[in-house]
């Protein structure tokens, strides 16, 4: 068992002795072989876990891109519905003025003719 990660040789173990002789390196200022391999082996693992990361912040800002695709198709089809409901209100409520308009003409055509007099 490792003093601090876990087994020696699990990756958590290699990381905590990394950790250690970095630590230990960087204070004494003195690299022993041991301590330098120690410390390029820790590198390495910040270097996988900084890909593995970057690798998982672009597959999740992919999926994320798919999803507002497909928000923006839904929405611009709703889009698209809402003026289509809209033109056939305002075709039916001009239609229903042009009638009343007819109407009102039609009853009192003989003011209509004095108003155009005047």
Known sequence: QGSQG???HSARGHLAAAGRAWRKASSA???QPRTRAAASAG?????WRRQAVRRRVARRAEEEEVDLEARF????EELDD???KLTQELDARGA???ERVDELLARAPVRA???EEE
């Open 96 to 98: 229903a003025l042009a």
């Open 113 to 115: 003719v004095r108003v």
């Open 43 to 47: 590198a390495t693992l910040g270097v």
């Open 29 to 31: 200022r003195t690299l």
């Open 82 to 84: 809402l003026k289509e």
């Open 6 to 8: 876990g087994p020696p």
């Open 73 to 76: 198709a839904k929405l611009d």
